[in-house]
């Protein structure tokens, strides 16, 4: 990994930066749609390259922080019962619910274990066939063909004590009901580069004919993102609104067909419901009936009550793009990564914690 000096100082990223200024001469103002890009953006200072005309604003991206309450309840609701081990990505364990988190959970006794892939989560029910393993199905296109892969080889393997709680969730119906919305002026999208390698390019279309905006699907280098913002930039000056693929090393227009075609032989779409945007159908993902043995919500009975939101946290209106996080009156003050009152601040890629990292 290079260090930020390097890569700031480096030729590409300086001719880039450099025609940006040329180019970007009205406002324009960009949402990036992937918790990755937020990341990336903090990490590297992107923002201090570009004029002061283009405005980058971070969107509904990072698939911990759209997580809703009553599904994080549901996952303490998990980690609680008997018996049971939860294996889930790190950054849940923070993640505050309506009245606990997974790490007060563990700290209580409850068996709650970080994995890396849900093929270990796989491997721990392997090891432990008397103990049910529950894992926390979290993330988008990226995530939901891996996890449909793992149930595929449960079945192959023969583990029936590994469950999957299915929160995950799909990106291009909640961008049309953002876009819907109409609450923040956009002029164009930096379109997520690893759920695009699974999706391809061409759901987004609909963005460009609809909502006459430009779309650049882009990778995750300092380079990627500036040079994805060019595109941008360019589409606007030229007033040619269309879908571009920056990320060529890994996405094409169509997409993984066969990465698609295992999450759909698993999973089904479903109402889902979003931080910030409410209960959407069709953006989530429930078992079909012939896997449906591996669905955690019916085979523990799983329910909650309406999840709680913490007083004061604006998370919803940060992952729609019309609140930046240090308007947030507890961004700083009572709400830091140290004491994360949302999810924002907890996640690595969520926009709260970047921005707290940028600010320093
Ligand atoms: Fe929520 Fe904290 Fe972000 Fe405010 S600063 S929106 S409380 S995570």
Redesign the pocket.
Known sequence: MKHLDEYRAGPRVKALAEEIHRQATFPLRFMEVCGTHTHAIAKWGLRQLLPETIELISGPGCPVCVTANTDLDLAIAAARLPEVTIATFGDMVRVPGSHSTLAQERARGSDVRVVYSPLDALDLAGSAPRRPVIFLGVGFETTAPTVAATVLEARKRGIDNFFVLSLHKTVPLALEVLLELGEVRLDGFLMPGHVSVVLGSAPYEFIPARYGLGCVVAGFEPVDILQSTLMLVRQAREKKPQVEIQYRRGVTKAGNEAARRIMAEVFAPAEADWRGLGRLPGTGLVFRTDWKCFDAVSAFNLTVPPGRE?P????GE?LRGVLR?PA?P??GSV?HPEA??????VSSEGS?AAAWREAR
Do not use: K, N, Q, S
């Open positions: 913490a004061g946290c604006r998370c940060v996080p947030c507890l961004f709400c994360p009152v949302g999810p924002c601040m709260c």
